[in-house]
C-alpha cells in the first residue's frame, strides 16, 4: 500500500486546506518545529481510517475556537496496482467516499472495507479506541508510545495470526485458523463450565460436589438422631426404675429427721453459749469495781503526803510570780527607747526621700528648659522652611505645565516641521533674476532682483506695464499638504493657548522652571522633614508640652522644702539601712514585752492553781466522814473478791460442757444433713422432668418417621453420588482434550513463529549482532538473548533503557511489516517523532534499518530534529513550505 496524497480541510490547526502529494514509495521524511501540524496530519490519517464519520464526539478535530468547521480529509492511495482514493468529512455534512479499483462505496460499506482491508475495526458506539486499531495501531506509532509493543501486538494478534496461517499453508492454516480458535473456546467452555482455569471444580460438578456433601452431613445427622432416639429410648426406661426404686423408699426424709436431731443439740449448746458470755460480762465488771475500790484505798494512803507537795509547789509559784512583777519595768524602758528610735529614722528617711526628689525634679526641670531653648529655635527653622516650601508651590503651580498637552504640542511642532519640509519639495517654484530697476508684485510683495518664491497656493504675480498673472500650483498633494498645515496649526495654536504661552520655546521654558521649582520644593521639603518628621503641628505641640511640663517643675519645686534646710541628712540607702535596724530593735523590744506579759500570766495562773489544790487536799483531810468512807471501800472490796471466785469456778465448769458437746460439728451435721435432704428431692424432682422431656421427645420423634428419612436420604445420596462421578469423568476428559488441543497448538505455533522470527533476526543482527529475541504463542516479543563473554544474557524488554526499548519497539513493527507484506496485506508505516532517545551510534543503526524496510514499505517519519536523519537518503519536506505552497 502506497500513500500518494494527502488533503486537509478545516482540521484542527489546519483551517485553510493542506495539500500534500508526490509521497515516495520509501521514505518520506516530514520536518518541522513544535505546533507546526506533524502529529496533526498523523492524526488525520488516523481520523480518516478509524473514525466513523457520522460520529458526533469528534469535535478535537475542529480547529480551535470554530464550532462551525466541517473536518475533511482525502487521501489517495494504490493497491495492488490499483487506484483507491477516500474522501471523509465530519460532524457537518458527513460523508464517507471511496472509490476502490474502479468500485464506488459510499457510507458504512466503505468504511467497513477499509477495515477488512487494513485489519482494524470499528467501536459500537463513541470515540476509536487502541484496542480496535488492529494493524494499522502496529504499525502507525503515536509520538512517545514507540516502546510500548506488546499491547499493540496483542490488539492486532487475530489479523497476524490470520496472515501467519495464510503464509504457512492450508493445513496447518485449518489448525490456526478460527474455527481451530472455536474448537478450543468450545473445549474451554465447556471445561469451564465444570472446572476453573486451575482445575478446581466449578458449575454443575461443583454445585453437584456440594450437594454430595450435604445430603451426606444429612445422612450423618439423621444417623445421628436415631442413634439418639435409641439412647433416649433406653434411658427412659432406666428413669422409670429409678423413680419406682426412689419412691418407694424416700430417702430424704431420714436425712430431715438427723437434721432436726442436730438442731435441738445445737439449741441446747447455744442456750450454754450465751450463759456463758454473762458469766464473763459479770466477772469483768466485778474486776473493774475491785479496780476502783483499790484505787480509792490508795488515794486515802496518800492524801497526807501530797497535801505538803502542794504547799511547796505553792510557795515556789508565789516566788516565780514576784520576780516576774520585778522585771517590768526595765521592758518597759527598752520598748520606749526602740519605739524612740524607730519614729526618728522614719522622720530622717522620708526627709532623704524628699531631698533626692528635689534634687530629680530640679535636673528634669533643667533638661526640659534645655528641650525648649532646643525646640524653640528648631520650630522657627521649621516655620521659615515651610513658608518658603507654600511660596515655591504657589510658584510651581503658576508655572506648571501639562506633560501631555506639551508633549502634543511638541509632536505638532515636529509635524509642522515635516510639513514645511514636504511643502518645500511638492510646492511650485517660483525663480525670478530682474533687471536693475525692475520689480514684480506677488500676492501684493515686492520683488525684486534675484530670488525665489514657493508658491503652495493659487498667487497672483503683477508685472508693472503687462498686466497680472494668475499662478495656480498644480496636483492634489499640494492643496493635501495646505489643509494639513492649517489643521496642524489650528491644533498647535489651542494647544499653545490652553498652556497660555506664545510658542513652544516659552512652553519648554516654563516646563523647565517647574521641574527647577519641583526639585527646591523637594529640596525644602528634605529640610523640613529633618527638621518635623511629623509635621510643623506635631512640633509645635512638642514645644507647647515642653513648655507646660517646664512650667509644671518649677511650680512643683517651688512648693518643695529648700536644699539648705535638708543638709546633713543621709543618702536614701543608709536612711533606710538605719529604719530597718531601729525597725528590728522595736520588733525585739515588741517580743520582750509580749514574752514578759506572758510569763506574768503564766505565773499568776499556777500560783491560783497550786493555791486551789493546797486547799482541796487541806479540806479532805480534815473532813469528818472519812475514816467512815475507808471502812466502807475495804468491805466492798472484799465481798467483790468472794463473788469473783463462785463466777471463776462456774465458768470453768459451763465450759467442759461447752466443749464436749462440740457445738460447730453440731452445726456442720445440721447443714450435711439438710443439704443432703434438698439433694436427694431436687435430684427425684430432676428425674421426673427428664422423664417427661423424654416421653414428649419420644412420641415427636416417632411421630416425624426418623427411620423413614433417613432411608430416604440414603437414596438420594446414592444418586447424587453416581451424577457426580459421571461430571467428573467428563471434566476430566475435557482437561486431558483441552491439554492435547494446546499442545498440538503450541507445536504449529512453533511452526507459525518462524516467519517472524527470520524477519526479526533480519533487523535484530543490525542492532545487536548475535542477539536472539523470543517470541510468545500470542506473537508478541518476549526475551532478549544477548551473547557475553563466558555465557548469554537474558533481560526482558521491559528490563531496558527507554530508548533501548523504543528501538526493539520498531524494528518488531518493521518485522510485522514484513511478515504481513509476504501473507498479501497492505502495509503502511508512520512514525510519528519517533527514536528520540537514541544515541549517535544507535541512530545511525536505526537509519541502516529504516533504509533496508523502505526497500519493501513505504514510511511517513515526523521529526522536529532532520539533521539527526541525514544519512536516510532522502530531503526532508518542511511542513511550513507545505503550508505555504497550498
Known amino acids: 500500500m502506497k500513500l500518494s496524497r494527502i488533503r486537509l480541510d478545516q482540521f484542527q490547526q489546519f483551517r485553510t486546506p493542506l495539500e500534500v502529494d508526490d509521497l515516495a514509495e520509501g521514505i518520506n521524511l516530514f520536518a518541522g518545529p513544535n505546533e507546526s501540524g506533524k502529529s496533526t496530519l498523523v492524526r488525520a490519517i488516523r481520523a480518516a481510517f478509524f473514525e466513523r464519520h457520522r460520529s458526533t464526539s469528534l469535535t478535537e478535530l475542529q480547529p480551535w475556537g470554530d464550532s462551525s468547521a466541517a473536518p475533511e480529509i482525502t487521501l489517495a492511495f494504490t493497491w495492488q496496482g490499483q487506484e483507491w482514493q477516500l474522501d471523509k468529512r465530519f460532524l457537518r455534512r458527513q460523508r464517507c467516499d471511496l472509490v476502490a479499483a474502479g468500485e464506488q462505496l459510499n457510507g458504512d460499506e466503505a468504511e467497513e472495507r477499509l477495515a477488512e482491508l487494513l485489519g482494524y475495526q470499528f467501536p459500537g458506539r463513541g470515540a476509536s479506541k487502541a484496542e480496535h486499531w488492529g494493524i494499522p495501531g502496529l504499525l502507525w506509532v503515536e509520538q512517545g508510545a514507540g516502546q510500548e509493543v506488546r499491547d499493540p501486538v496483542g490488539h492486532a494478534g487475530e489479523h497476524l495470526q490470520s496472515a501467519l496461517a495464510g503464509s504457512l499453508g492450508e493445513a496447518l492454516g485449518e489448525v490456526t485458523s478460527s474455527s481451530g480458535d472455536a474448537l478450543i473456546r468450545q473445549v474451554e467452555g465447556e471445561r469451564a463450565r465444570l472446572l476453573t482455569a486451575t482445575g478446581r471444580p466449578s458449575g454443575e460438578l461443583r454445585d453437584t460436589q456440594q450437594a454430595c456433601s450435604s445430603l451426606q452431613d444429612d445422612l450423618e445427622q439423621l444417623e445421628e438422631e436415631v442413634r439418639g432416639y435409641q439412647a433416649s429410648v433406653d434411658r427412659l426406661g432406666e428413669l422409670r426404675q429409678q423413680q419406682q426404686e426412689i419412691d418407694a423408699t424416700r430417702p430424704w426424709e431420714a436425712q430431715q429427721e438427723k437434721a432436726g436431731e442436730a438442731a435441738k443439740q445445737l439449741e441446747a449448746v447455744e442456750q450454754l453459749q450465751q450463759q456463758q458470755a454473762q458469766a464473763r460480762r459479770d466477772l469483768e465488771a466485778n474486776q473493774r469495781q475491785q479496780g476502783l475500790y483499790r484505787q480509792q484505798l490508795q488515794d486515802f494512803e496518800t492524801q497526807a503526803a501530797q497535801l505538803g507537795k502542794r504547799q511547796k509547789e505553792k510557795e515556789d509559784a508565789q516566788r516565780r510570780l514576784e520576780a516576774c512583777q520585778a522585771g517590768g519595768a526595765s521592758v518597759q524602758h527598752h520598748l520606749s527607747v526602740a519605739t524612740t528610735a524607730y519614729e526618728r529614722a522614719t522622720t530622717r528617711l522620708q526627709a532623704a526621700h524628699q531631698r533626692d526628689h528635689r534634687r530629680s525634679r530640679q535636673a528634669e526641670h533643667e533638661r526640659l528648659a534645655k528641650e525648649v531653648t532646643q525646640l524653640a529655635g528648631t520650630l522657627a527653622k521649621a516655620r521659615q522652611l515651610r513658608d518658603e516650601l507654600q511660596e515655591l508651590a504657589v510658584e510651581h503651580q503658576a508655572q506648571a505645565v501639562d506633560d501631555q498637552v506639551l508633549g502634543e504640542l511638541r509632536k505638532r511642532d515636529a509635524e509642522l516641521g515635516k510639513l514645511a519640509v514636504q511643502q518645500q519639495t511638492l510646492a511650485t517654484r517660483l525663480g525670478y533674476s530682474l533687471e536693475a530697476g525692475q520689480r514684480l508684485e506677488l500676492d501684493g510683495q515686492a520683488l525684486s532682483g534675484e530670488g525665489e518664491a514657493l508658491l503652495l497656493e493659487e498667487a497672483e504675480l503683477s508685472i508693472p506695464g503687462v498686466g497680472k498673472l494668475t499662478i495656480q500650483p498644480g496636483g492634489t498633494d499640494v492643496a493635501d499638504l495646505l489643509r494639513r498645515q ?27 522652571r517647574a521641574g527647577e521649582l519641583e526639585q527646591a520644593q523637594q529640596r525644602t521639603r528634605a529640610r523640613l522633614e529633618g527638621l518635623a518628621p ?9 514645644h507647647r508640652l515642653a513648655v507646660q511640663g517646664r ?24 536612711a533606710q539601712s538605719e529604719l530597718d535596724g531601729a525597725g528590728e530593735a522595736l520588733k525585739a523590744a515588741e517580743q520582750a514585752e509580749r514574752e514578759h506579759r506572758q510569763a506574768l500570766s503564766l505565773a499568776e495562773q499556777a500560783l491560783a492553781t497550786a493555791e486551789t489544790e493546797w486547799q482541796r487536799l487541806h479540806d479532805e483531810l480534815n473532813a469528818p466522814d472519812r475514816q467512815q468512807r475507808q471502812r466502807e471501800a475495804r468491805d466492798a472490796l472484799t465481798d467483790l473478791r468472794a463473788a469473783e471466785e463462785q463466777l471463776t469456778t462456774s465458768l470453768q465448769e459451763r465450759q467442759h460442757q461447752i466443749d464436749a458437746a462440740n457445738p460447730e460439728l453440731l452445726a456442720q451435721d445440721v447443714k450435711r444433713f439438710s443439704q443432703a435432704a434438698e439433694a436427694m428431692q431436687r435430684h ?11 416421653r414428649i421427645r419420644l412420641e415427636t420423634l416417632g411421630a416425624n418417621g426418623l427411620e423413614e428419612r433417613r432411608d430416604e436420604a440414603q437414596g438420594q445420596l446414592a444418586a447424587q453420588q453416581r451424577r457426580r462421578e459421571q461430571l467428573e469423568r467428563r471434566a476430566a476428559a475435557l482437561d486431558l482434550l483441552l491439554t492435547l488441543l494446546k499442545e498440538q497448538r503450541r507445536e504449529v505455533t512453533v511452526r507459525l513463529q518462524a516467519p517472524l522470527q527470520k524477519h526479526l533476526n533480519r533487523y535484530l543482527k543490525l542492532l545487536f549482532p548475535g542477539a536472539e529475541l523470543t517470541v510468545d504463542e500470542a506473537l508478541k516479543p518476549g526475551m532478549l538473548i544477548r551473547p557475553e563473554a563466558g555465557g548469554e544474557e537474558r533481560g526482558d524488554l521491559e528490563a531496558l533503557s527507554f530508548g533501548a526499548r523504543e528501538q526493539m519497539g520498531l524494528i518488531s513493527r518493521l518485522a510485522y511489516a514484513d511478515l504481513l507484506q509476504e501473507a498479501g496485506r497492505p502495509t503502511l508505516i508512520i512514525l510519528d517523532d519517533a527514536l528520540v532517545h537514541c544515541d549517535r551510534a544507535r541512530r545511525e543503526q536505526m537509519a541502516r534499518i529504516l533504509f533496508d524496510a523502505a526497500q519493501r514499505h513505504q514510511i511517513l517519519m515526523f521529526t522536529c530534529h532532520p539533521e539527526n536523519w541525514q544519512e536516510l537518503g532522502v530531503a526532508p519536506r518542511e511542513l511550513r513550505t507545505l503550508k505555504e505552497a497550498t
Open 551 to 574: 512650667d509644671q517643675l518649677a511650680a512643683e519645686l517651688a512648693e518643695l522644702p529648700q536644699a539648705e534646710e535638708q543638709d546633713g541628712l543621709p543618702s536614701v540607702a543608709q
Open 684 to 694: 427425684a424432682q430432676e428425674r421426673d422432668a427428664e422423664i417427661t422431656r423424654l
Open 534 to 542: 511629623d509635621g510643623v503641628d506635631t512640633l509645635e505641640r512638642q
Open 486 to 512: 492649517q489643521r496642524l496649526e489650528s491644533e498647535r495654536d489651542a494647544l499653545l493657548q490652553q498652556l497660555g504661552v506664545d510658542d513652544l520655546a516659552a512652553a519648554e521654558a516654563r516646563a523647565r
